[in-house]
């Protein structure tokens, strides 16, 4: 279980006269189950990817609480990290090594020994499908087969909670459906929390067991997808989350223009 | 799962094993960079025999003109006298080539030429003193170097003839030597050749410096550009750990050159063609280890300021850009040892690049020199690594998330 509490984070930029404070995220707080998936939704520079990395142990808040598996992430970054799978939004791969050896690597960083980090990568390359691509030096790999790289590096040592930041950006159909089945797996068969941000209502309407609306850097509605749709008085989901997140108004224009 | 570590002893061990598989994997990382890897290596394999071939052709030139005693002297038919003197002192006379006057400003021919006026031989009878003309060009380091020689000569020559008209006269030639001069050279022959040997501690230090360079942008700047240093910081390990196993895998790249040009000047010595340079050029299996212990603990330092400067770069590029800065502090500290005025300063040892340099070469030139000397450089180099390493570790979290 993840549990976030009135979070908050600002960024300086600049220095003198040009110094602009910018409030990435003014009061998130959300409950991730175990076994069940956790949309973060909201539009570009809601504070989505602030939120998951302050999660990740990356930023320090500025305000607010971070518990995962009841562990705060603040006192105790590193036992907390070593329970959360991070798949961030950089999801860069070393060039010059192949797809295991980049997957072994992590394990190893996590502390697991050699047998294991290369049973596991084996385990997971079975379960993303992508056995045939381990060998390669993952210079040159297209888009999904980078992203089911990088997910099986951030699951090498089987962590309890997963947080994907934007993980279907970039992918084409079937990169994507195979994700989606990857986390229902995930989900059902190993009873993970799982957290990811998306700014697309179809993953979030298909997947999510538990939606999160972020909407400038607060959370401005939490319940599943029927739920929401309930409070808000819309068949759409679209529709839904634009009144969530912009307000009545924004949510009548929108249709209209439709 | 993961480790827990539940003691201080244990998170220790934790971070150590950590350091050392992203140590592992970075150097990995390196040497499968093959086509950087086999330019660095190359270059500073073939560093020592290209050196000493070149500064082996210089000193046999140099050697062959001064052994040759050649004059070359237009109209000698008209001073039998000058003649004789010059064949008595063991010199040949040759005739200058047709166009020397050209050959001598264009610098294709090196050596002045002595033009004997026609009336020499009757003037010098009639006690006249018939002129001789010396042509060189200053341009021409070769001729000038040369004409020295050939103007002592030319005084032997006056000398000879004047000491013998004060003995016909009856008059003591050593009344006219108030003073005599003789010189000794407190140099010895390892000194010489160090005149020579100069530049190879700075060849060296540069190609430790090019060994660990990209290497050291590869695991900072580009870490950063690729987006693989925010995932990396996810991994629970204290980011001492991470910079170390880095650190060690850029020190270790920049090391290999080290030992690599440092043993590449043993077989270059056989290819040495002057007698006396390898004579004097004495770079046996005791001075390549003592470039080796001054280099060694500099390569960690050099890896350790490249990261620290790289780190706070966004791409290799503006990292490379920023890095420049450091390979010209290197590239400048000979300056200070070619230029100095007054000598080896007590802060030369003090100041990293410039105290191996200055080591190296009394190394070179045979100086005994004690462990204190050496040990100064090296706690100075373990310092500032801390420093820079300590940086880069501050630098880090940063750095993952701009």
Not at chain 1, 189 to 208: A, P
Request: proline share 5%; aromatic share 6%; charged share 20%.
């Amino acid at each position: 279980m993840i549990e976030v509490r009135g979070l908050a984070k600002q960024f300086v930029q600049g220095s003198g006269r040009s110094r602009r404070v910018l409030a990435a995220v003014q009061s998130v707080g959300f409950v991730a189950a175990d076994a069940c998936i956790t949309g973060l939704l909201g539009p570009n520079g809601a504070g989505k990817t602030t939120t998951l990395r302050m999660v990740a142990g990356l930023l320090v808040p500025d305000a607010g609480t971070i518990e995962v598996a009841g562990i705060d992430v603040a006192t105790r970054p590193q036992q907390a990290q070593a329970r959360l799978g991070v798949l961030s939004d950089a999801r860069g791969l070393y060039p010059r090594l192949t797809a295991r050896e980049n997957i072994v690597y992590y394990g190893r960083l996590h502390g697991l020994d050699e047998g294991t980090a290369q049973a596991r990568a084996a385990q997971l390359a079975g379960m993303l499908d992508m056995a045939a691509l381990l060998d390669r030096r993952t210079e040159g790999f297209s888009q999904g087969e980078r992203m089911k790289t990088a997910l099986a590096r951030a699951l090498v040592h089987d962590p309890s909670h997963i947080i994907l930041d934007e993980p279907t950006n970039g992918l084409d159909v079937l990169a994507t459906r195979g994700l989606r089945e990857a986390l229902r797996h995930l989900r059902d068969e190993q009873r993970k929390c799982i957290v990811f941000s998306t700014h697309i209502m179809q993953e979030v309407e298909r997947l999510c067991d538990q939606v999160v609306v972020v909407a400038g850097g607060r959370t401005v509605a939490e319940g599943s997808v029927p739920e929401l749709l309930a409070r808000t008085g819309q068949t759409d989901f679209e529709a839904c989350f634009v009144q969530l997140a912009f307000g009545e108004a924004a949510a009548r224009a929108g249709g209209g223009a439709a | 799962m993961a480790k827990q570590p539940n003691g201080a002893s244990a998170g220790g061990r934790a971070a150590l094993a950590a350091a050392w598989q992203v140590f592992r994997k970075e150097l990995r990382d390196a040497l499968r960079d093959r086509r950087t890897l086999l330019m660095v290596v190359l270059s500073s394999v073939a560093l020592g025999p290209v050196l000493l071939v070149a500064l082996s052709v210089l000193v046999a030139d140099l050697e062959a003109r001064a052994e040759a005693r050649e004059v070359f002297v237009a109209g000698i038919e008209h001073a039998p006298t000058l003649r004789n003197f010059i064949e008595r002192q063991a010199w040949t006379i040759q005739p200058p080539p047709p166009d020397y006057e050209s050959a001598l400003a264009r610098r294709s021919f090196g050596h002045p030429v002595l033009m004997v006026p026609e009336g020499f031989e009757r003037d010098l009878a009639d006690g006249l003193a018939p002129k001789l003309l010396l042509v060189t060009a200053s341009a021409n380091s070769r001729a000038e170097a040369a004409a020295g020689a050939v103007t002592r000569l030319m005084q032997g020559f006056a000398q000879e003839q004047a000491s013998l008209r004060l003995v016909m006269r009856g008059v003591p030639p050593n009344l006219l030597q108030v003073v005599q001069v003789n010189e000794q050279d407190l140099a010895n022959p390892q000194a010489r050749a160090g005149q020579f040997t100069r530049l190879l501690p700075f060849f060296v230090l540069m190609a430790v410096l090019y060994g660990a360079l990209h290497a050291a942008l590869d695991t900072t700047a580009g870490e950063r550009e690729r987006g693989s240093l925010e995932p990396l910081l996810m991994a629970p390990l204290p980011r001492g750990a991470i910079v170390v196993g880095k650190w060690g895998a850029v020190a270790v790249m920049g090391m290999l050159v080290a030992v690599v040009s440092c043993f590449s000047f043993l077989p270059g010595q056989w290819l040495l063609r002057s007698e006396t340079l390898a004579a004097m050029f004495q770079f046996g299996l005791r001075e390549a280890l003592l470039f080796l212990a001054l280099l060694l603990p500099l390569a960690a330092l050099l890896a350790a300021l490249l990261m620290a400067v790289a780190i706070r770069c966004r791409s290799f590029k503006e990292a490379q850009a920023n890095t420049t800065a450091v390979l010209l502090a290197v590239s400048l500290m000979p300056m200070f040892t070619a230029f100095n005025q007054g000598g080896e300063q007590p802060w030369h040892l003090w100041l990293p690049a410039l105290a191996q340099i200055t080591l190296m070469q009394r190394v070179l030139e045979g100086e005994a020199f004690g462990a204190a000397d050496l040990l100064l450089p090296m706690a100075v180099a373990a310092a500032l690594s801390a420093l820079c390493l300590a940086y880069v570790a501050r630098q880090l979290r940063a750095a993952a998330l701009r």
